[in-house]
Every structure is written in structure tokens, then in C-alpha cells.
């Protein structure tokens, strides 16, 4: 294989990395939509004096919050440094393909001025 034919399939394969990236980061942004959209529905039932009360309630209440800041933990912090993490890739596989862009339109260079060359001989 040539060094234009492995530079093109390089440039080739984080393209369909960077599409996959993408798409991954479209699919971790509607799910943190998603998480946020019903992290109120940690809190229902509400729970008042008249429908649970005791021991048992301040439990339930403990237990409750615990879920709610897992919950925001996870919907917050944890999915943003995924989309983060995400998008740093993104950046990085943006600039290969430009430099792989690069080495390719040197490369073609490189053999067209030997082509020319071997011709003037």
C-alpha cells in the first residue's frame, strides 16, 4: 500500500470516527435533556403531615434525597463531563483530519513533481 493510499485511509477512518462522535454527542445531550425533564418525579407522591408520617416517612424522606442527588449527580456532573469529554474528542479528531488533509495534498504534490521529473528525463 502507498503512503497516499494509507494517508486516505486514515483521513477515511476518522471521518467515520468524527460521525460517530457526533452522533454520540447528540444521543448524550437528549439523554441529559431527558434525566432533567424528570427529575421532578423524584419528589412525587409529595408527602405531607395528612398522608405519611412517623418514623417511617423521615426514612422515606432521607432515602429520597439521597436518590435526588445521585440523581443530579448523574444528570449534572456526570453526563457533563461525558459530553465534555466528547467534545474534546470531537476537537482532536478535527484537527487529524485537517492534518491528514494536509499530508494527503502534500503527498499528491510530491508525486506529481516526481511524475514530471521522470517525464523530463
Known amino acids: 500500500m502507498s503512503y497516499l493510499s494509507y494517508l486516505t485511509s486514515q483521513l477515511h477512518e ?3 470516527q ?9 444521543s448524550v445531550n437528549q439523554l441529559q435533556g431527558e434525566f ?12 405531607t403531615s395528612s398522608t405519611w408520617q412517623g418514623a417511617l416517612a423521615r426514612k ?16 449534572q456532573t456526570q453526563m ?15 484537527s487529524q483530519i485537517q492534518s491528514l488533509e494536509i ?3 502534500n503527498e499528491q504534490e510530491r508525486i ?3 511524475l514530471r521529473r521522470e517525464e523530463g528525463l
Open 80 to 94: 457533563d463531563t461525558a459530553i465534555m469529554s466528547i467534545e474534546d474528542k470531537i476537537s482532536s479528531i478535527r
Open 112 to 114: 506529481e513533481r516526481e
Open 18 to 26: 468524527l460521525i460517530r462522535l457526533k452522533n454520540a454527542h447528540t
Open 103 to 105: 499530508s494527503i495534498v
Open 36 to 47: 432533567l425533564r424528570h427529575q421532578p418525579s423524584i419528589n412525587q407522591p409529595e408527602l
Open 60 to 75: 422515606f424522606i432521607e432515602v429520597r434525597e439521597d436518590v435526588l442527588l445521585s440523581y443530579r449527580d448523574i444528570s
Open 14 to 16: 476518522k471521518k467515520q
